[in-house]
């Protein structure tokens, strides 16, 4: 069994919210950070990266002045890096949770390198990966320590119990 558990869908599909229902419920200490969408009067407005250990920083906003784009969200590479990347390193026997691994974070060399130790660890990490992608993602994507499930609406209820159920089994591994 991969050690290495990911999800992917289409967006706003539930990704984030069955990772925050893993937190919940882990059997063991972790560290990392997962991604929310910040919205104002019902539009959203940007991305809030907020680790496991309470930090917040934008990944992307409206409002950002950046060389890096996505639509019309600024990327911050520095929040990216500050934030991001010193959440996801390996740690002793924690899960890394890493929400996510898509085309924003993907700017940062120094996030692609954490994420790959990240995977490359004795750690369990849970994630999320964009539906497509090129490059990094599909490099990601493809390695044989990774499995992949995709949320639905149909299944997206029950994920966060079979993910707990996967960990347990990992740990007596």
Not at 30 to 38: L, P, Q, R, S, V
Request: hydrophobic letters at 35%.
């Amino acid at each position: 069994m991969q050690r290495n558990l990911f999800l992917t869908g289409a967006p706003s599909s539930g990704k984030t919210t069955v990772i925050k229902k893993i937190i919940k419920k882990l059997p063991q200490p972790a560290n990392g950070f997962y991604t929310e969408e910040e919205k104002e009067a019902g539009k959203r407005i940007g991305f809030l990266m907020t680790t496991l250990k309470g930090e917040k920083a934008y990944l992307a906003h409206q409002s950002i002045k950046s060389d890096f784009h996505i639509r019309r969200y600024g990327v911050s590479i520095e929040n990216i890096e500050g934030i991001a990347v010193s959440s996801i390193k390996p740690t002793g026997n924690s899960i890394i949770i890493l929400d996510e691994i898509g085309k924003m974070e993907c700017f940062s060399e120094k996030f692609k390198k954490a994420a790959t130790l990240a995977l490359d660890s004795e750690n369990i990490v849970v994630g999320t990966i964009t539906f497509g992608g090129t490059g990094f993602i599909l490099g990601v994507k493809q390695r044989p320590d990774i499995e992949i499930i995709e949320v639905t609406e149909q299944n997206r209820d029950t994920l966060p119990d079979l993910i707990l159920e996967k960990i347990i089994y990992l740990n007596k591994g």
